[in-house]
T-cell receptor
Framework: GAGVSQSPSNKVTEKGKDVELRCDPISGHTALYWYRQSLGQGLEFLIYFQGNSAPDKSGLPSDRFSAERTGGSVSTLTIQRTQQEDSAVYLC????????????FGPGTRLTVL | GEDVEQSLFLSVREGDSSVINCTYTDSSSTYLYWYKQEPGAGLQLLTYIFSNMDMKQDQRLTVLLNKKDKHLSLRIADTQTGDSAIYFCAEAPMDTGRRALTFGSGTRLQVQP
């Protein structure tokens, strides 16, 4: 079956612009996660959605970052007023939430802020 | 909080075994994972083990867990050039509802032909 997909694969933007990154989880997976991978910080958890529960936003680095998940499926991560330190690969993962909760990752979106 | 540590680099010759080590700090029951990342790609799940297990084998991969020392290792038998990648150890504490993964810094495995 199809895995987790993300778009765009690459995004170059200018400092101060807003960007939206999209994630399509594996069909039937109720949990969805966003992570960020950067050279200086490694892999960091950003936000977690589980079903209809309120998301866990404890990993978001600033209020410029937000995410939503519509209809319990597709998720969008929005970064407002991008800064150069936002440059990273943004990874999305989903899990079934019932069995092992193993997280399956998408290919990521590489964001470059000039 | 949780902390996961790995050595940064490992070089082996093709056909040898590779052993990648990881230590973690969380004392609650947890799942422990190994992911592989090839250049420009996302994270590929290799295997996982629950913290009440000592060992898990899956084809060329063997995971060993020392709960007392909180030490996890991944052994790759008959290492091939296609195994060259970055390997991440990660844990997911069970006593949190979040299940977000805490990753190590990754070990870059270089396989010499």
């Amino acid at each position: 079956g199809a895995g987790v997909s993300q778009s765009p694969s690459n995004k170059v933007t200018e400092k101060g612009k807003d960007v939206e990154l999209r994630c399509d989880p594996i069909s039937g997976h109720t949990a969805l996660y966003w992570y960020r991978q950067s050279l200086g910080q490694g892999l960091e958890f950003l936000i977690y959605f589980q079903g209809n529960s309120a998301p866990d936003k404890s990993g978001l680095p600033s209020d410029r970052f937000s995410a939503e998940r519509t209809g319990g499926s597709v998720s969008t991560l929005t970064i407002q007023r991008t800064q150069q330190e936002d440059s990273a690969v943004y990874l999305c993962a989903s899990s079934h939430r019932v069995n092992t909760d193993t997280q399956y990752f998408g290919p990521g979106t590489r964001l470059t802020v000039l | 909080g949780e902390d996961v540590e790995q050595s940064l680099f490992l070089s082996v010759r093709e056909g040898d075994s590779s052993v990648i080590n990881c230590t973690y700090t969380d004392s609650s029951s947890t799942y422990l994972y190994w992911y592989k990342q090839e250049p420009g790609a996302g994270l590929q799940l290799l295997t996982y083990i629950f913290s009440n297990m000592d060992m898990k084998q899956d084809q060329r991969l063997t995971v060993l867990l020392n709960k007392k020392d909180k030490h996890l290792s991944l052994r790759i038998a008959d290492t091939q050039t296609g195994d060259s990648a970055i390997y991440f150890c990660a844990e997911a504490p069970m006593d949190t509802g979040r299940r977000a993964l805490t990753f190590g810094s990754g070990t870059r495995l270089q396989v010499q032909p």
